[in-house]
């Protein structure tokens, strides 16, 4: 049974470990500063105890407000799994780092919320429209999209 | 004596002037041998899709005319109203060219094929020889078409037909030369003539080589390279339609019935057989060729390219040299009237060399860095 | 590679595509030959059954493509009376879900499949269309009292030969000419 | 004059027999040897998760349909899942069994269809897929019997199944069960040793162990490069966890290993499809109470199951409302075609397509 980890505990270590990194943690999920995405991917791969050697699903959700991206680790040694999520409040040029370099599960994923919600992945090898075609205009999953 | 040579004497003897007795005959046999391999043809094409489909537990079609006998018909009419489409970025005159060049040398292999005893356009003494020269020509054909077309799909099979067709000439004629040599000529009619014991029996390993080869020479599964269509589409006739189309569609089975009447000749004593007419008897024995190939067509994956040439140059061609010597040393040794112990030592040889190679060679290829 | 097995692998697969030969061919001559439906099939042309409806309008909005069009009004005792009930089967994507919605059993699936029309505009159905008839019957989809009526679904499991049509043995020779000809 | 060489370059589809639906694989080559090679995806999309957005929770199981065509079951499987997770309604048992079977039943023929174009793509003439269709054909005729339709099921719904099956159903699947491991021993006759295919595809379109991992690869293509992870195993969703069954694993992550893992993987899912058989009550509800119209607690949820094609995952995002307020799919076979890239690179060409065909891609999931 993979074990979904405790965000808040999981928080805890993390912000231990990368100082100001944490937003907030509840019982599903752990919300961290977008600038520092990448350190907390990083820390959280690597860390022996966590180990979240498997991305699966990277996703992203328009709030209006902000734009939360959602990512769900899993570690395959020690079968538990995390939902990490950031936020960006920027709506004209929201940004958020890459974390393909990690885990190269997100290099579709990233590309493909680019293209349908509009935001932009710091790092990314190749951000290209992935599902609409070059100068489709708009981002159609945004709420505000008609 | 063959019967043109007979008709020709005929008309000798009634006073024809001399240009007509060899035309008449000659162009009498044409229009037969022509008329006979296009219904054989149209046969083979419904043959080949009724029993294919057969074998794919499906019916195959069966609605035009009893038991879709004229499906092949039906199919030919419709390809021939299409409309002839040239691409734009095409060397035309090529693009013409190149299905006559393709369907042209396969009409004139069967001057040479023997459907009966003495039902042979021309008993050239160097019949076998002559097949072999003519069929490469229509490789050129397919690189033409390949190449005049400008497309990029072709062009892979342009170059494949040359890679595949050069690697399987050397083992199909050494392993001919086996049989020039226990029969002492190159002559179709004498090849026939000279099967007491048909030569699939005498020579095992020279009909595997020869029928695997002839399989490739005929682009026909498993080495249906050129026309892989679950890679390059359809290869070499990609860009072409209607009538141009038609000449590549009725070459490619009327290869297959070259290559059928070849082997019938040379390994399964031809027209020889009891109480049926000969040309009945040949007709059996290239249906029954030609649906072993249906048979391996309905069962085998592909090869890939490097993979092909090296089973021609690893493990046909050596086996197809050995075999030579091995043929060339028993006749030699052996007397003419033992042809049944020559025929015991070949199959222990065959098997022999056959555990042998498959444990020696290896299909090299791969992965290549770049 | 390496012939290790000397080929007796694709001697294998060749014994089993002449075993093949000699089986009966699954195909099924379409418009000659029919299989029965399965007794739930979602087919085209919902039945819709005038004297159940109640006119409530829960079909309509269980519709994923809004592809129901009911117009009502109220006539005595307070009570809906239908005035338009439309379906583009042209539009409509056949999951049943009108069907799995309606309180009233008023609405059903049809069997039919041979539904094919000439025009965009045959393909709207309106009441009378959609009213039980001779042809017009529904199917078991979520409405079991129907089975009992329907044909047993035929399956290539039982050789079809139960409910549908039987295979001869030696097919080739097999044309029967069925109501298109 | 020193000779001048570039390289070719080819467009594979989005019009080609073995791209299995319209997709594009931009190709540049060296002779025959694939140099650089990226997909193109995008035809066939149409939007589900922005339709979703205004269709409610009952109403986007048909569109769920539309996702892996071949697997439609278990994308309505998949949906169902998140949503419970996402509501918290208890399924009831008889419905768990009837969805173990449909899913198992759905990961037969879906694989079959995976293998048999597979050795298509390798050039054996449609006869295994012919041969495959047969079994398929048995299965699709008891789906039809169960649901009304052949293809596209919509049979789950929140909180179980629409229907209990027909009282003639349960004969039907145990003369399947029975009879259909003599088909999956026929189809190894045909082609499991056949040298050719041995030559065509083992060592063929290697994919590590790493990299498996890490490009986030799952189902057969992650299990086949020797990583044992199944979710059915792992994280045991509905009532896996009751089911006596191995994890099929490949040893080196070739098309061979691929191939063979899925083979493997048709026998083991006829065992869990017998001990459920076995196990299932005979009566009972067979759907929770959910009304139609019913609105989920506002919140999140990831579900997420073993599909036949890989991990297939839904994250819906509820604003209480009766039409979900984020709906995304994660669709397995996307993420598999990361890795082609590094498995094509120096292969041919002929090589490249059986790659890619034994990645089992259908494109409706990968565009959604």
Redesign the interface.
Known sequence: MTVALNGEETGKKVAEAIPGSVVSGDKNSLIVESKSLLQVAEYLKNTPGMEFDYLTVVTAVDYLDYFEVVYRLVSMKNNQSLMLKTRVFDRVNPTVASVTGLWRAAYYQEREIYDLLGIKFEGHPYLKRLLLWEGFEGYPLRRDYL | MTLLDQFQLILKSQNWPDWAVYLVPALVGIIIIISVVLTVVIVYIWWERR?????????GP?RCGP?GIFQPIATAVKILLKEDIVPEKADKLIHFIAPITVFVPILLIFAVVPFGEGAILADLNVGIVYVIAISSISVIGIFMAAWASGN??SF?SG??SIAQMVSYEIPVVLSIVGIALVVGSFSMLKIVEAQNIPFILLQPLGFLIFFLGSLAEMNR??F??LE??????AGYHIEYSGMKFAMFYLGEYGVALAYAGIITTLFLSGWQGPLLPPVIWFLIKVMMVFSVIV?????????????LTAFAWK?MLPLAVINLVLIAIEVLVIPANLQWTMVLINFGFAAVL??L???L???GG????? | MKFERYGIGIAKGLALTLKHLFRAPITVQYPDEKLNVSRRTRGNELVWFPDKCTGCGTCTKACLQGNIILVTHRGEENKFIVDKFELDSGRCIFCGLCVESCPYNALAMGVDYECAKYRRGDAVLGKEKLSLSEKHKPSAYYRPQFAAELPEQSLLLYNRKEGGQKLSIFPLSKRKRGPHA | MPIKTESFYLNVGPQHPSTHGVFRLRLSLDGEVVTDVEPIVGYLHRGIEKLAETRTYTQIIPLTDRLDYLASMTDNVAYCVAVEKLAGIKVPERAEYIRIIFSELMRISSHMMAVGFYLNDCGAFFTPVLYMWREREKIIDLFDMVCGQRLLYNYMRVGGVSQDLPDEFMPALKKFVDEMPRYIGEYNQLIKQNEIFLARSKGVGILPRETAINIGASGPVLRASGVKWDLRKMDPYSLYDRFDFDICTGEVGDCYDRYWVRMQEMTQSLRIIEQAMKQMPDKGPVCADVPQFFRPPAGEAYGYIEAPKGNLGFYIVSDGSIAPYRLHIFPPTLINITALRDMVIGWKVADLIIIFGSMDVVLGEIDR
């Open positions: 029993l294919i489909s057969r074998f794919q537990i499906r019916l069966n038991e990029k799909y892979i170059m494949r599964s498993p249906d390279l892989a269509d679950s890679e390059i589409v048979w391996i067509r309905s069962t085998l994956p592909r090869f890939r390219v490097d993979q493990f056959i555990l190679w498959s444990k060679f290896t299909l791969g992965r290549v860095e770049v």
